[in-house]
């Protein structure tokens, strides 16, 4: 069945318990949460929990057409009620997340955008975000400004890991750690104020931890003793692109590790004509 943006609706089992969806993308979203929740990253997940955004009174005039016209009118509350895809608590901003799961289309829609309005005004505190998902970009709404960033963007996110390796045994292994480590502290740093308050905040001590990790040495699993190319060859493997993007990946990594910046430029070039074709 589609629901009336075309959409097909879904039924995922989660935790047991079997949960109807309004499209795929939903469900989607749904199980990666319910990952993060297991990871104690975010924690008291719902699913499609309902809000009174707004409650008002609606005055109902009936009248009755005789030789002494009588009107009666009567006064009842009324409300206006959000149905949110998702309700959780954030670890990592430490506050509790109302989310909406949104298409391009979706999120333009006249009543979605009222909606919107209405909660911001009337819900947000201190404590409680709006979090509005379009594809990949990721828009917080605190109750006085407005944070975007990409969908998944974690503190320490699994967009980091792609098979066997993560990206940071890559830079670890080539002896750069140290200063790629400092250098995103500096920025997260100064930038935080103008750009993604707490969340820079937070990846700034993110990167600070791992420096200190590796000043101790354990931050050294037995995966690090591997030699660069071949960790290199096996996290360009796991992206889903062209194999000729994936050989020009490799070699703009490699000439960029061995300091020759001009060759590393122009596949760069090419990789971007490659990639916008």
Do not use: W
């Amino acid at each position: 069945m589609k629901n009336k943006f075309g959409n097909i609706k879904i039924e995922k089992k989660i935790n047991g318990e079997t949960i109807k969806f309004d499209s795929i993308a939903e469900s989607n979203r749904a199980i990666y949460l319910n990952e993060l929740e297991k990871e104690g990253k975010i924690k008291s997940l719902e699913f499609q929990k309902k809000f009174t955004i707004q409650e008002f009174e609606a005055k109902k005039i009936i009248s009755t057409i005789k030789l002494n016209k009588t009107i009666k009118e009567t006064i009842k509350k009324d409300k206006i009620t959000y149905k949110a895809d998702f309700y959780y608590y954030d670890c990592g901003i430490q506050k509790y997340v109302i989310e909406d799961l949104k298409s391009e289309i979706t999120a333009k829609a006249k009543d979605y955008v009222i909606k919107r309005k209405i909660i911001i005004n009337n819900l947000l505190d201190d404590n409680i975000i709006f979090r509005e998902v379009v594809g990949e970009l990721k828009t917080d709404y605190y109750k006085n400004r407005i944070i975007k960033l990409v969908a998944d963007d974690e503190v320490g996110g699994s967009h980091y890991k792609l098979g066997e390796f993560e990206v940071f045994d890559l830079i670890y292994s080539t002896g750069y750690a140290s200063s790629f480590s400092k250098g995103n502290v500096i920025k997260y740093l100064l930038r935080f104020p103008q750009k993604n308050g707490l969340q820079d905040l937070l990846k700034a001590k993110f990167y600070l931890e791992k420096l200190e990790e590796n000043r101790k040495k354990q931050y050294m699993p037995n995966r690090l003793k591997t030699k660069t190319n071949t960790i290199l060859l096996n996290l360009i493997e796991q992206l889903k692109i062209k194999s000729n993007q994936k050989q020009l990946i490799f070699n703009i990594i490699k000439n960029t590790i061995n300091l020759n910046y001009k060759k590393a430029i122009e596949e760069l070039e090419i990789l971007i004509t490659s990639y916008k074709l």
